[in-house]
């Protein structure tokens, strides 16, 4: 291409530019030749030079720029260049600009967002550098992270704003940049063209070496080298040759006969397959049976002439067509195999050429087959020379194929020390597994794959019958030869596979299987056999499931019988309900040919009865469905009672009616009984009897303790701990006043309710008064009393999978609570009964000046918290005790009447020192309200009291220095300071009186950050004053470190502490303002567990907090009821309406909240 020019619109640019140009574009042409008539060029003389392409000197092209300025600044492209791309495509300046200020903004706020998710750590003094402007340079990862990220993104956006600023400088000149990118991309599509065309010519060069061109005439070549002359011209056209005679053709045919007969005879390498053949007309016919003939002939009478293969046929039918294409092919790889391994190759190829074929006709057999009769009943697959059918592929047992292919022969070469050669194979694979079992009685030289697929069905057919027939023989209907069964085979046609069963006298039934689609068939065709086929055909294994779908169709005329004999009634049938086969022989002890579940409209989803129809009977069992954590998971229920149905039955609907009401009472006998094995519970129930027309039932004894009534619904309290009981007198648990023996039986079903009725009869101890007053006044309908023979007569109504115990427990608990509390009042002295209803009592039992004390009780139905109201609310003191007697009446522990009794006789015991408590309470305690209606001169009190209840008998006493009295070394606004806790404690002296023991609280627990008393100086006055007193002066007993003292008389001792650590409060409090007036504030700071130097001497010790190992969280109330009176803080519930303690809560509670905050918040131990 040296010195050629380029293109233009298909025409190549002359060196003299100006014609070329006008030639093939017009336009620009004409445009040219007007500028070049206005400037002509001048031509060059001495100053240039001619060059190849056009090219010229760069002193002639700085020339040209100088000389000819004028004329270049007036040339333009054409139009049509310059307008390739649209005004259009341009977007505005203001656009874009828009656009990257917006993303900037967009980029920047999510990058603030990141940067706050990302916390820096904060480093320690030891680590951090100060930069010079003295802020804290902080080089964790974190925050040189984000240094990262901002660095990041501004130089991003930095190089983003570069960018739109150069836009915006090509924007001064958009017309020259628009020229600029048309001219560019009118370039581009030039450039483009020229590649195009250059791979053009270089796939033409490619695609030529193929072309058939004459071989070099090397004769003449070497005539014309070697001589300089030639003597005849070649001639490129060939000599016809003339045909053969006919003598010719049979002269080299006998000469071909003659050379393949001395050849084949001298042969050593002959293989066996080859050694049946004739040799006639100049070839030699190979015959291998039911694969192929081969001819082969030579080419010439010479020792080592091969042989070469003429043609060969296939001797099996249907055989394929083979085009002469494939013919040439074939014959070509056959002549391959002979040059390099004799005729042996050649067998061995057309041996697998054979196979081949064979397996490809029946591979097209098997798909005419299954797109024909056999749709849908075949799956046919092709996997490397192997062909798969499935057969019965809807069947729910294992999967079936007959697996076709070539095998090599190695493993039979193994066996028979033989030489064999590769030969096709039929596996059958039935339900997975391979059986070598397999007889095929087939033609070789008809390829057949139905008549295959049939014999294997056959044979299947066979196998499945003969498991079916040893499975009813073993029957004791079929193995006493009651029944018929005969079976008939075939091992080739499966229609004359068959089995014949005798289902009674008069009634016959044949089994076969269809060989398309592999199904269980019987006939004769009614409606029974054909839902037995269908049943049979459902389930996984025929097998062991078809003796029962057969015993269950000879069972079908008692079926009908007790399906007639149910109608009318109210009995259920529950057909969709069905129970497994392992669940129904581990139920009914063996195999069940026909099962119905029935029910009554009464059961509930637990009961069912089943009436099974089997080969040793028919039966009726009562199921009841098993616990959810029964040992055997796969058994739903377990049997109650089970029955024989008598043949000479008349099973009408007055026989199921007898049935149904017998059930009813065999289940409400059983589901009691029930209830009382789960708990472990000793009962008595007499054997049941057999069902028939006369029949009693038996009754459910039980002893019933009213001491720990384990029967209720109700879920029973736990009981308080025995040290906090107040018990006066005890009487055994196991007495016999507490056991009740009770008889329970079935009093029938109440039709309109669907419940059935339970009676219960039991005798008690109570007076006859008190049963004859309560017969008439508060009894239900449900209780019966008789106050002559002192018998209790309950009647419930339950649903029937419902035990009755519980109902009869709570009844008989709901009577026992009103008897034994009638009983109580009229024993103990100072009690007066004013109300009495079914459930609730208003007892007087003290009366003041000014009101008298009462109690209303509220029993509800069962093992209930009983409901404890004190009148007058403000004025009774044992409103603080109101939850711990709830827990001390609804206790599990020991009998009601010593419950209730105690806790009558404690009303009496705790009311002096409830009386006080509440007293001191209200006068001292932390109530707003109260504080503000003082007046001045009363407003000063040195102590804050606060009360807390342990339990019925358990107080505790809690002193408080105000918030304003607080040591130097607490802040202003600090909470109350604590000077003391006391606890107050039931005690029982050898005299068997009731007393109160009062102690400072105890310390060695760890669960209290606080010690008994603010320092050991108070602690040591309080021993010195109250426990160690020993002037013989005081009501109350020292001991040394408690004091005692009777539980009528509590005034005296707890008003002489109080005395003590009033005057103690108020001595602090005048040191402290005398030390403040004379001495200037110092601040100092001590170590935990020391005391203040500025403070030695003040109440409240020192200000230290204990370690944490000590410390528990403050405001927590010790649980009522604890053991250790002292123990560890627990987080109880709060009733309602009162502060922790049990202590009344203040009036406006909500309203003096903010003013309690800013005055004085006690923290409870």
């Not at 550098?129 to 930095?158: E, H, V, Y």
């Not at 069912?608 to 028919?618: E, P, R, W």
């Not at 999978?801 to 009869?808: C, F, K, L, N, V």
Request: aromatic share 6%; proline share 6%.
């Amino acid at each position: 291409m040296n010195g050629e020019r380029p293109t233009a619109n298909g025409d190549r640019i002359a060196n003299d530019s100006g014609p070329s140009v006008a030639d093939s574009m017009p336009e620009v042409g004409q445009l040219k030749q007007a500028s070049l008539s206005q400037n002509p060029l001048q031509p060059s003389v001495d100053n240039t030079r001619a060059c190849e392409n056009g090219d010229v000197e760069p002193s002639q092209r700085a020339f040209d720029n100088r000389g000819n300025n004028a004329s270049l600044q007036s040339e333009e492209a054409p139009s049509e260049i310059l307008q390739l791309i649209s005004q259009d495509s341009y977007l505005p300046m203001a656009a874009l600009i828009n656009r990257a200020s917006q993303s900037c903004w967009n980029c920047l706020s999510d990058l603030v967002t990141q940067l706050a998710s990302m916390p820096v750590p904060d480093l320690p003094p030891e680590q951090t550098k100060l930069l010079p402007n003295g802020l804290p340079n902080n080089q964790s990862k974190a925050n040189l992270d984000k240094k990262d990220r901002i660095l990041k993104f501004s130089n991003d956006q930095k190089a983003d704003f570069i960018k739109l600023l150069v836009l915006l400088q090509w924007s001064k000149n958009v017309e020259e940049v628009s020229k600029t990118i048309s001219i560019n991309y009118w370039l581009m599509k030039r450039r483009e063209g020229y590649w195009n065309a250059i791979g053009s010519m270089a796939l033409l060069k490619q695609e030529s070496s193929g072309f058939q061109i004459p071989n070099p005439d090397l004769k003449t070549a070497a005539e014309v080298l070697s001589r300089g002359r030639v003597l005849n011209l070649p001639r490129l056209n060939y000599i016809p040759q003339k045909d053969l005679s006919s003598r010719q053709i049979l002269r080299v045919l006998r000469s071909l006969d003659r050379a393949l007969s001395v050849k084949l005879a001298l042969s050593d390498d002959l293989p066996p397959q080859l050694r049946r053949f004739r040799i006639h007309d100049g070839r030699a016919t190979f015959t291998v049976p039911n694969e192929f003939e081969l001819d082969v002939s030579i080419l010439g009478e010479r020792e080592d002439s091969p042989f070469r293969m003429v043609d060969f046929r296939f001797s099996f039918q249907p055989h394929p067509h083979i085009s002469d294409s494939l013919h040439s092919e074939i014959e070509l790889y056959a002549n391959a195999n002979i040059d390099r391994d004799g005729l042996k190759g050649c067998y061995d190829f057309l041996h697998e050429l054979a196979l081949s074929y064979k397996l490809a006709e029946l591979h097209k057999q098997a798909l005419d087959l299954a797109r024909n009769q056999w749709a849908g009943n075949l799956r046919v697959e092709l996997i490397r020379r192997n062909l798969i059918v499935q057969y019965w592929p809807e069947r729910q047992l294992g999967k079936s194929w007959i697996e076709i292919g070539i095998a090599s022969g190695r493993e039979k070469q193994k066996m028979t020390k033989v030489e064999s050669s590769p030969f096709l194979e039929i596996k059958w694979m039935r339900q997975g597994k391979r059986i070598d079992a397999l007889q095929l009685h087939l033609n070789n030289a008809l390829l057949c794959f139905e008549d295959v697929l049939r014999q294997v069905i056959a044979q299947h057919t066979t196998q499945i019958l003969d498991n079916i027939y040893d499975k009813l023989i073993l029957t004791p209907l079929f193995a006493n030869s009651e029944l018929f069964l005969e079976q008939s085979l075939s091992f080739e046609q499966p229609e004359n596979c068959l089995l014949t069963l005798e289902l009674s006298h008069s009634s016959d039934l044949q089994l076969k299987i269809d060989p398309v689609t592999g199904l269980l068939v019987l006939s004769p065709v009614t409606e029974r056999t054909e839902r037995l086929q269908y049943e049979v055909n459902r389930v996984q294994g025929v097998t062991d499931d078809v003796v029962s779908k057969l015993l269950n169709y000879r069972c079908s005329i008692m079926e009908t019988n007790v399906l007639v004999g149910i109608l009318g009634t109210c009995w259920e049938v529950l057909r969709s309900f069905k129970l497994s086969q392992t669940e129904a022989r581990a139920l009914f002890g063996g195999p069940v040919s026909r099962m119905n579940m029935l029910r009554q409209s009464l059961w509930t989803l637990d009961y069912t009865l089943a009436i099974t129809h089997a080969s040793d009977g028919d039966h009726w069992w009562l199921l009841q469905q098993a616990s959810p954590g029964t040992t055997n998971p796969q058994t739903r229920y377990r049997v109650l009672r089970k029955q024989r149905l008598e043949v000479k039955e008349e099973l009408s609907s007055a026989y199921f009616d007898r049935l149904a009401e017998y059930l009813m009472g065999l289940i409400f006998l059983e589901r009691n009984a029930d209830f009382f094995r789960e708990r472990k519970e000793k009962f008595d129930l007499r054997p049941l009897p057999t069902f028939g027309r006369h029949y009693e039932l038996p009754q459910i004894s039980f002893d019933l303790d009213m001491a720990r009534p384990g029967f209720s619904k109700q879920s029973i309290p736990l009981a308080p701990s025995s040290n906090t009981l107040l018990q006066v007198a005890k009487n055994p648990t196991n007495s016999p006043a507490s056991q009740k023996g009770i008889k329970v039986c079935f009093g029938g079903v109440d039709r309109s309710t669907n419940k059935v009725r339970a009676v219960a009869q039991y005798r008690h101890q109570a007076s006859s008064s008190v049963l004859r007053r309560l017969e008439k006044s508060v009894l239900d309908a449900g209780v019966s009393l008789n106050p002559d023979d002192k018998t209790v007569v309950l009647r419930v109504t339950t649903s029937i999978a419902e035990a009755a115990i519980p109902e009869i427990v709570d009844k008989a608990m709901d009577v026992e609570k009103v008897v034994s509390t009638v009983e109580q009042i009229h024993r103990l002295p100072g009690l007066r009964l004013k109300t009495i209803s079914n459930s609730s009592f208003t007892i007087a039992y003290h009366k003041e000046a000014s009101a008298e004390l009462e109690l209303r009780i509220g029993f509800p139905s069962g093992n209930q918290e009983p409901q404890l109201e004190f009148f007058p609310p403000e004025q009774n003191p044992h409103q603080f005790l109101a939850a711990q007697y709830t827990k001390l009446i609804a206790a599990s522990r020991g009998p009601f009447a010593t419950r209730i009794r105690d806790f009558l006789t404690s009303l009496t015991l705790t009311l002096p020192l409830l009386t006080y408590l509440q007293k001191l309470q209200q006068k001292h305690g932390l109530n707003l309200d109260a504080q503000q209606q003082k007046g001045p001169s009363e407003q000063e009190d040195h102590l804050r009291v606060h009360i807390l209840v342990r339990s019925a008998t358990a107080f505790a006493i809690q002193y408080f220095a105000p918030a304003g009295q607080a040591p130097k070394d607490v802040k202003a606004d600090s909470q109350p300071h604590m000077l003391a806790r006391l606890e107050i404690l039931h005690h029982i002296n050898v005299s068997r009186k009731p007393m109160w023991l009062v102690r400072a609280a105890l310390e060695e627990f760890q669960s209290y950050s606080r010690p008994s008393y603010s320092t050991p100086e108070l602690g040591a006055k309080l021993k010195q004053e109250i426990f160690t007193r020993s002037d013989g002066q005081s009501k109350w007993l020292a001991l040394d470190k408690a004091a005692a003292c009777m539980a009528d008389q509590p005034e005296p001792l707890l008003q002489a502490m109080h005395d003590h650590l009033w005057e103690w409060a108020k001595m602090a409090k005048a040191s402290e303002s005398n030390v403040s007036n004379t001495q200037p504030f110092t601040k100092t700071k001590a170590g935990p567990g020391h005391p203040n130097a500025n403070n030695a001497n003040m109440p409240n010790g020192t200000n230290s907090r204990p370690s944490a190992a000590m410390k528990g969280p403050a405001g927590k109330m010790q649980a009522p009821g604890s053991a250790i009176p002292n123990g560890a803080n627990v987080k109880v519930p709060r009733p309602p309406g009162t502060i922790p303690g049990g202590r009344p809560m203040p009036p406006n509670h909500k309203a003096t909240a903010n003013a309690a905050q800013k005055q004085e918040v006690i923290m409870l131990d």
